[in-house]
């Protein structure tokens, strides 16, 4: 997991590995309550891509997560997976 900033609320991490190639994705929520996501590898080599917006969340959201990191970090899963991005798991 990567280590975050002030600005950063939670982040996650998605894979998706196909015949191209394998590619990773950091999904982030901002402390102003942005979502965001870029590309950060391919086949494990480290790209620097811009920030993609995917929303910003409610002053509801924001407050239902409040400063529980567990809650933000599911909350951002399941927004990544509303996307078509499915987060690493790593308990295994």
Same mark, same amino acid.
């Given at each position: 997991?990567?280590?975050?900033?002030?600005?950063? %609320?939670? *982040? %996650? +991490?998605?894979?998706?590995? *196909? +015949?191209? !190639?394998?590619? *990773?994705?950091?999904?982030?929520?901002?402390? &102003?309550? +942005?979502?965001?996501?870029?590309? @950060?590898?391919?086949?494990?080599?480290?790209? =620097?891509?811009?920030?993609? @917006?995917?929303?910003?969340?409610?002053?509801?959201? =924001?407050?239902? %997560? !409040?400063? &529980?990191?567990?809650?933000?970090? &599911?909350?951002?899963?399941?927004?990544?997976?509303?996307? !078509?991005?499915?987060?690493? &798991?790593? =308990?295994?």
């Amino acid at each position: 997991m990567p280590r975050l900033s002030a600005r950063e %609320i939670t *982040s %996650i +991490e998605t894979t998706y590995t *196909s +015949e191209l !190639g394998t590619f *990773s994705w950091a999904w982030v929520i901002r402390a &102003d309550g +942005e979502v965001q996501y870029r590309l @950060s590898h391919v086949d494990g080599r480290r790209e =620097r891509n811009p920030w993609q @917006s995917v929303c910003r969340l409610t002053a509801t959201q =924001r407050l239902s %997560i !409040g400063s &529980d990191q567990a809650r933000a970090t &599911d909350l951002l899963a399941r927004l990544a997976r509303q996307h !078509g991005h499915f987060p690493v &798991d790593k =308990r295994r």
